[in-house]
């Protein structure tokens, strides 16, 4: 019974639930949509938040970019400012350089008509000192050949040109004697060294002479003994031969010979031995005896050298002989005569 009720109950009360039961899930499926649409405004929302907080960022990108862009526009303006002002400093500059080249110009241009006259100047004068130079070539070719030639003369004649300056130098020397006589010493020195020609044998015997009669002094005296010394060491032969330079000879022996060398005396010997090889030595015992006193005054040393030049130049045994016997008790010629005994 009770099971009918509810069957009743339920019969009655099914088409209300159904009802209802459809009506819920109808209102459960509208929840369901309203849930799904808040959760599709939810995501909405949060892209919308999201959105909203991009466009946040990009206000205050653009605030920036404002900012940036205004300091930018200052510094436009500023720039604007200086390239203005560099364009009025150029444009001034510009102005004044070209004033400043023009002037510029215009001296350039005088300098360059003036370079142009230095070079034209310059141009003539070269081709001056290249037509003088061509003639100086030809000239120095010219002077060379000519000192080629001179060399070879010279080379070729090298004895005879020397000679020559020897005798312009004598000729000068001598003058000076007879000019300025004080001055003997130095010419002495000179003329002591070099050869002077027999020809010059009277030009001193004049020098020698014309002195010798002046009032005897010290002074003049060593002249007359220098020129003396110069002609035996050049002439001797010719002063031993000659009478008036013999005599003025052995009155100065033994000054002269202190003037000469030793192989001068030796010449002077020798032209002595050969004056009285002729005569008898008795005829010229002053002669020889002054000879010998003078050879003795000239050392050890020298007398072996200088008796055994007057040994040779005596020649022959004879007149060696007669030498001796003449002198050989001479107690004055002692070292001389016992230096002749020893030669052999």
């Known amino acids: 019974m009770k099971s009918k009720l509810l069957a009743i109950i339920l019969f009655l009360f099914c088409p209300i639930l159904f009802g ?20 599709l405004l939810q995501r909405e929302f949060q892209k919308f938040d999201t ?31 200086l390239c203005s002002r560099s364009n009025e400093a150029i444009s001034n500059q510009i102005a004044e350089s070209s004033n400043f080249l023009q002037v510029w110009g215009y001296i350039a241009a005088v300098i360059g008509v003036i370079f142009a006259v230095y070079i034209t100047w310059i141009q003539n004068k070269v081709s001056k000192i290249f037509k003088e130079s061509k003639i100086i070539f030809r000239d120095q070719i010219r002077t060379k050949q000519e000192m080629k030639k001179t060399q070879d003369l010279i080379n070729n004649n090298l004895g005879k040109l020397y000679s020559q300056l020897q005798e312009q130098e004598i000729n000068y020397l001598i003058e000076r004697m007879k000019n ?9 020195n000179r003329l002591a060294v070099i050869n002077i020609p027999n020809k010059y044998f009277n030009e001193f015997k004049i020098l020698i002479l014309a002195n010798n009669a002046l009032i005897d002094t010290t002074k003049q005296d060593n002249y007359i003994i220098t020129l003396m010394a110069l002609s035996i060491q050049h002439f001797p032969k010719e002063t031993v031969n000659d009478n008036e330079l013999r005599e003025i000879m052995l009155k100065k022996f033994n000054e002269i ?14 032209s002595i031995c050969l004056f009285i090889a002729n005569q008898p030595l008795t005829s010229n015992l002053s ?9 003795q005054e000239r050392g050890k040393n020298e007398i072996p050298i200088l008796t055994k030049s007057l040994w040779n130049n005596l020649m022959t045994s004879e007149r060696r002989n007669e030498f001796k016997k003449q002198f050989e008790n001479d107690e004055s010629f002692r070292p001389i005569i016992t230096e002749f005994n020893t030669i052999k």
């Open 51 to 81: 959105l909203n907080k991009q466009i946040f960022l990009m206000q205050r990108e653009i605030t920036d970019l404002k900012e940036e862009l205004s300091r930018l526009d200052s510094e436009n303006r500023t720039i604007s400012e």
């Open 257 to 270: 010979l202190t003037c000469l060398f030793v192989k001068e005396i030796e010449r002077l010997i020798e």
């Open 180 to 188: 300025v006589p004080e001055d003997f010493e130095n010419i002495f």
């Open 20 to 39: 209802q039961a459809r009506n819920s899930i109808r209102e459960i499926q509208k929840f369901d949509t309203l849930n799904k649409q808040l959760f």
């Open 287 to 295: 002669l020889v005896s002054i000879l010998l006193s003078g050879l």
